[in-house]
């Protein structure tokens, strides 16, 4: 009887070790190829969203020109509902003169502001310091004198609060609604503020004599479009701008800043 080799017995389990590990590798691939279609997908779908969301910019500027009347919209913060390429838009236009100024505000303003928003004392001594430092800051180098510490000496962006110490995101998520680096004023228009701002300027004693009411804008704006759709995800698109009426009674546009990208999850 011919008997066979010992080696034989090792060939079953090896080809089929093989087998197991070729199988194991095509799924990660599978898995893999999966994955990043996934992903390429849900980027697609932002993409989309965000171009719709442009779209909201155009047409809000288009909704603010003065010759419709009164179906014109005004930059009062009311939120407006659009449709577009199957999203649905969310579109609300602020005026920045209603806002805070970072750079030149009064700082009482902010302090009574940042009081009603219950933020962390600790919190609110940083912002008020830091912001104070930095105009010491300025008017030292206006002056012409030497600043050893190289202090920054304004905030370009509201975004670039958070760099304070000590300063949550939490906070910076609750304040920068109410915040602005454009409008050069010492105190919001209390007749283009909201009804927080308009509270903050009663308790620092800033709003005596000071009218109530909406106005039809100071031509600085704010315009924040979010667009989203069902089991999408969403995109925004957040400019500020500057609106100059036409002879013609159009508006002419100097887009300050312009901020894409940033998706809501």
Known sequence: MKMKPASDGFALPL?????????A????????ASNRHLQSSTMADRVEAETAARAGINYAVARMDARLGEQR?????????????????????????G???????????????????DIPPEQISAIINGLGAMRAARLSRQEGLNDANNMPTRIFNVASLSQLPGVSPETLASLAPE???????????ITLADARMRTALVAAGKAAGMPVGNANGSGLYNIDVVASRPDHPPGRVNVVLQGTPRYDGGIEI???????????Q
Do not use: C
């Open 15 to 23: 080809v089929l070790w093989l087998i197991a590990l070729m199988v």
């Open 25 to 32: 590798a095509i799924a990660m691939l599978a898995m893999t």
């Open 73 to 97: 919209w005004l930059p009062d913060g009311q939120p407006h509902q659009w449709n577009y390429g199957g999203h649905a838009l969310t579109i609300t236009i602020r005026d920045e003169w």
């Open 99 to 117: 806002k805070f100024d970072l750079n030149a505000g009064d700082p009482d303003v902010l302090r009574a502001l940042m009081q009603l928003q």
């Open 254 to 264: 100097r887009w300050l800043a312009w901020e894409h990208g940033r998706w809501q």
């Open 179 to 189: 915040l602005t680096v454009y409008s050069g004023r010492s105190l919001p228009d």
